[in-house]
Nanobody, 124 residues
């Protein structure tokens, strides 16, 4: 299995930027499709972005498209989420997750491994 640890969250004003990182250890990182999800208070966990094993293909939720960029560095066993033009609605705990699926998926149930999350708070 793979262990995931997120970092980079914090408090930022609307319009600002943050870069989240996810450090992976354990099994070969390049074997996993990586995703970012978020969960706001009182809401269900929702898909944000995903990247394929080789880092070539990405997919985003409509709510973040054009503002967030997911990437990965297989040599460093890292995944990142660059978040620009942040809005108060982006406030949530952000989780990175790893999936062994070979197809694009936004379902939380299809990601087997999860980090502990990092808090992102955007003030207006």
């Amino acid at each position: 299995q793979v262990q995931l640890v997120e970092s980079g969250g914090g408090l930022v004003q609307a319009g600002g930027s943050l870069r989240l990182s996810c450090a992976a250890s354990g099994r070969t990182f390049s074997n996993y499709r990586m995703g970012w999800f978020r969960q706001a208070p009182g809401k269900e966990r929702e898909f944000v972005a995903q990247v394929t094993r080789n880092g070539v293909w990405t997919y985003y939720a409509d709510s973040v498209k054009g503002r967030f960029t997911i990437s990965r560095d297989n040599a460093e066993n890292m995944a990142h989420l660059q978040m620009n033009n942040l809005k108060p609605d982006d406030t949530a705990v952000y989780f990175c997750a790893a999936s062994t699926r070979f197809y694009q998926t936004v379902a939380t149930s299809e990601y087997e491994y999860w980090g502990q999350g990092t808090q992102v708070t955007v003030s207006s």
